[in-house]
């Protein structure tokens, strides 16, 4: 089981297309497994040495997520704990179908609010700040 682990967190780390093409193993996953894959992307995402340019493994964090909603909390919180001096505009917007949770909605709103409000990073700033605009799409 751990082999098939692996090969679905590669998958998941490799390019928008090989994401997409392993949506359906992700929604597969069961017990722990959502969880496992989560730490790995998270921990290959937050290790990445230039994270003004978006790291592999967010655009299969997101598809993740997006499967198993169980995880959107997991999600903020590591949102909450990227080093906001370095990130790019990926951070912002990257989530639209992941956080479907009107709570956890709400949850991220507050951390782009506050990357709005800092200056130490313009080009995050300024994607926070235009994110607000931007019409919320909400599922119940």
């Known amino acids: 089981a751990h082999q098939h682990l692996e090969a679905i967190i ?3 780390m490799a390019s928008r297309i090989a994401v997409a093409q392993s949506a359906e193993d992700v929604r597969k996953l069961t017990g ?19 994270p003004s340019r978006k790291p592999d ?6 598809v993740l997520v997006e499967s198993h909603p169980t995880l959107q909390g997991r999600l903020v919180e590591l949102l909450e ?14 989530w639209s179908k992941a956080l479907q949770s009107t709570n956890w909605i709400d949850r991220f709103d507050l951390v ?9 990073n313009k080009t995050l700033q300024s994607a926070a ?9 909400r599922s119940v």
């Not at 722990?32 to 290959?44: I, K, N, Q």
């Not at 493994?57 to 997101?62: I, S, T």
Request: glycine share 4%; charged share 30%; aromatic share 4%.
């Open 81 to 94: 704990a990227l080093p906001t001096e370095r990130i790019g505009a990926w951070a912002v917007s990257s």
């Open 10 to 12: 590669e998958k998941l």
């Open 57 to 62: 493994g967010v655009d299969g964090l997101a």
């Open 32 to 50: 722990m497994e959502p969880e496992t894959v989560f730490d790995a992307l998270r921990d290959h995402i937050l290790a990445s040495d230039k």
């Open 129 to 137: 700040k235009a994110s607000k605009s931007l019409p919320r799409v």
């Open 112 to 120: 782009k609010e506050q990357w709005a409000k800092q200056a130490e």
